[in-house]
């Protein structure tokens, strides 16, 4: 039976029964349900496909780390009787061992694959560069230059603009009649001084207004639209032409052009540079407000959500105020449907709340806005050795702050790497570089308080594992359960892959808190003080600041028995661990049985994707990244003895939250971008590779740096930590275990987690502290 032939009733139920099952909502990835090469049912396969959609072929593309293809999904459920109940049932229970995933070229396919590896960071940004034709209009808006003319809907008056004249209009405005003045007072300047006063008024509003030249133009209009107005376009300028085209002006297709003659310029004018009164202009103008202009980039800049106020500045002090003043006219701008236009400058708006999503280069500018925080930080940390201009405190938020874009910075360099390079090189850039962010503080609170002589950055080191455990567990999780709940009534991830890191949960728990149970078992309890206040001997004795007391006093337990075992859960533990890799990435690939489209439904493009960094450059981003890492963590460590001294918060709670959750927010945006796109599989999956990550290479790495160098790290946890980790294993392998979630579920797993913040908050400090 032809496609052409096949009832158009079938085809439309097909796809509502892919929908109501969440699919087709998903921009990032798509559910097929039979894992290649260990299929059940093959022949009930065959009937349901033959059944439903002759056309529709067991098709799969062939894919490999570097090739990437089409894959047509199967059908999901029968529509005939027979077939249905010959198939739907193994059809649905196979529903999450399929995965298509549409990626733009063989790098991002590359990239998405790894992301679905056990082991490896889950990363959302794109590292190669994208075509700006290719992109939403959104982000064309955003990432547009402001030397077009566009169609404008709506009005110029806003909230945003008049932000701007409260923030930035009225003050730049005043510097410029200032110097206006200025010029005027040199005579040899009043051309410029007039040009000053009328970019007085452009600057307090300029929006709706338009920069043009006078000279030099051509003037183009569409014959489409012949009564349109024609505001000139600059052309062939040396100032000028480095500004391109980026973004279309129209929906509709481009209109014809024609050139009309501008009007010619006068004649026997002397050149620009070779007047006295542009080298007055220079000195005396161009200069403070060249100061004005880049004070307000850099305020605009930071703030972010008021980029264009930023371009619109950078564009005035690199193109405006270098012409001659008397071709640089004010135009305002009427909304003009057919009309391309480009000019020096024109800005309709000052603030757009998706500026969030700006990068540079491929990273984002929040991140490159927070490089000025770590920089901020090493001067005022290693200059300000006293503490006499700023205080300890203060030293130790900017420091645990620089650690958020520095741990970005690597998480996008892993990513770049991986998805340029094979598995072996991808999985050792994973495994040195991945937990590099937290082992460069845990290792730098040791060895200081191992200097200070002082047991209380042991505890919180402790205290900032478990806080990650518990984080990665509960927290990450149940947040993207919830933000994805909201946008998707009901998301589905695969059950098989989770109940693999569940196992691996259960192991790491396991096993890290060994040590702890046997000393509970066979550890000698010791109390400071013991009172009878009926004072009867055979009356009932009450004892304060018990614990087990294994390293002063019971060193043949330690020495002979725990310490041992410490070791052989360090072995044994990893071991666990690369089993895992062999598992889902060998022996039970099809677990993770991916398949790769080209997001556009067409046969991908077979040129070499341009990727941001190189892997060089990566790699020395990486390198640098974690330099700066040591630096600001090294300075976390320094300056948090105030807050552990003086603060009435319970240093468990500054472990479990500041120290663990800081460095892994990078990690939790990932969740949430891939929650809303409707891909929870892969949110889960963050929280969970991190929370492997700490047990099973993290733990054991600290393990042997002690045994290398003795800082006195005992691993051996509180109860507080021991059975909230435990609880929290137990509570996630139940609410993974269905294979569905819902932003109820999510809040069940949030709830949980901040009930036991709370109860650290309000636990006595740990021993030595």
Request: hydrophobic content about 40%.
């Amino acid at each position: 039976m032809s496609h052409a032939s096949h009832p158009k009733h079938t085809q439309s139920a097909d796809l509502e029964s892919r929908r109501r099952r969440s699919t087709a909502g998903s921009s990032e990835l798509l559910w097929d349900h039979e894992p290649k090469g260990h299929r059940r049912s093959s022949q009930c396969d065959r009937l349901c496909v033959a059944g439903a959609h002759p056309e529709m072929v067991d098709t799969p593309s062939p894919f490999t780390s570097q090739h990437f293809g089409h894959f047509t999904p199967k059908c999901l459920s029968a529509h005939k009787p027979a077939v249905h109940s010959c198939c739907a049932e193994d059809a649905w229970q196979e529903a999450s061992c399929r995965t298509t995933i549409h990626a733009e070229n063989e790098v991002e396919a590359h990239k998405l694959a790894n992301n679905y590896k056990f082991g490896f960071r889950k990363w959302k940004s794109h590292v190669t560069e994208r075509p700006i034709e290719d992109r939403s209009d959104i982000v064309k808006e955003l990432h547009s230059e402001l030397n077009f003319i566009k169609p404008q809907k709506g009005s110029v008056v806003s909230i945003g603009n008049v932000l701007y004249v409260l923030f930035f209009g009225w003050w730049i405005s005043s510097v410029y009649v200032l110097v206006g003045l200025l010029m005027f007072c040199t005579i040899i300047g009043i051309p410029y001084g007039k040009l000053c006063w009328k970019l007085s008024c452009y600057l307090f509003w300029p929006f709706g207004k338009a920069l043009q030249k006078t000279s030099s133009l051509i003037r183009r209009c569409c014959i489409k639209f012949p009564n349109c107005e024609v505001i000139p376009e600059e052309v062939g300028d040396s100032q000028s032409t480095e500004v391109k085209e980026t973004t279309p002006l129209l929906q509709s297709p481009s209109p014809v052009t024609i050139d009309v003659p501008a009007s010619a310029p006068p004649s026997q004018k002397s050149r620009y540079w070779c007047r006295v009164g542009t080298y007055v202009w220079l000195v005396l103008g161009y200069v403070p407000l060249a100061i004005v202009h880049c004070l307000a980039c850099i305020l605009s800049w930071m703030m972010v959500f008021t980029i264009p106020v930023a371009k619109m500045n950078a564009r005035i002090l690199s193109i405006v105020l270098l012409l001659p003043p008397e071709e640089i006219q004010i135009r305002p701008v009427k909304k003009l449907p057919g009309c391309e236009t480009r000019v020096l400058l024109c800005c309709y708006r000052a603030f757009n709340w998706y500026y969030y999503k700006y990068t540079v280069d491929g990273i984002n500018v929040f991140a490159v806005n927070l490089l000025s925080l770590v920089i901020f930080t090493l001067v005022i940390g290693y200059v300000d050795r006293d503490n006499s201009l700023i205080r300890s405190e203060v030293k130790f938020a900017t420091a645990v702050s620089s650690i958020i874009p520095l741990s970005y910075y690597i998480g996008m360099g892993i990513a770049s790497i991986s998805a340029q390079s094979n598995f072996a090189v991808g999985a050792v850039v994973n495994a040195t570089f991945g937990s590099i962010t937290e082992m460069t503080f845990y290792i730098t609170a040791l060895l200081q308080g191992h200097r200070a002589g002082s047991k209380c950055y042991g505890e919180i080191v402790k205290a900032a594992l478990t806080g990650t455990l518990l984080g990665c567990i509960l927290f990450v999780p149940g947040l993207c359960m919830v933000i994805g709940g909201f946008k998707h009534r009901e998301q589905r991830f695969n059950s098989r892959s989770a109940g693999v890191s569940s196992a691996l949960l259960f192991i790491s728990v396991g096993g890290v808190f060994a040590p702890t149970l046997f000393s509970k078992a066979y550890g000698n309890l010791m109390c400071e003080g013991c009172n009878n206040p009926s004072g009867n001997s055979s009356g009932p004795f009450y004892c304060t600041d018990c614990h087990y007391d294994l390293s002063e006093n019971n060193h043949s337990l330690y020495l002979s028995h725990i310490e041992p075992l410490v070791y052989t859960v360090s072995v044994l533990l990893p071991a666990a661990y690369l089993i895992g890799l062999v598992f889902t990435l060998k022996t039970h690939s099809h677990i993770y049985d991916i398949h790769v489209s080209d997001c556009h439904g067409h046969e991908a493009s077979q040129h070499n994707p341009v990727v941001h960094w190189s892997r060089w450059r990566a790699l020395v981003v990486l390198i640098v990244a974690t330099l700066l890492t040591a630096a600001c963590a090294d300075l976390t460590t320094e300056h948090i003895k105030p807050i552990i001294s003086h603060s009435s918060v319970s240093q468990y709670f500054i472990g479990v939250t500041v120290l663990a959750m800081v460095p892994e927010i990078p990690e939790i945006m990932n969740g949430i971008q891939f929650a809303l796109q409707n891909n929870i599989s892969l949110s889960l999956e963050v929280g969970n590779c991190i929370a492997v990550q700490v047990c099973m290479l993290q733990i054991p790495l600290l393990i042997l740096f002690n045994a290398v160098y003795d800082v006195g790290f005992v691993l051996i946890f509180s109860d507080l930590h021991l059975w909230a980790s435990i609880f929290s294993v137990i509570l996630a392998n139940y609410i993974f275990m269905d294979g569905k979630s819902d932003y109820f579920q999510g809040t069940a797993l949030t709830v949980v987690y901040f009930i036991l913040l709370a109860l650290y908050f309000f636990a006595p400090s740990p021993l030595g502290c």
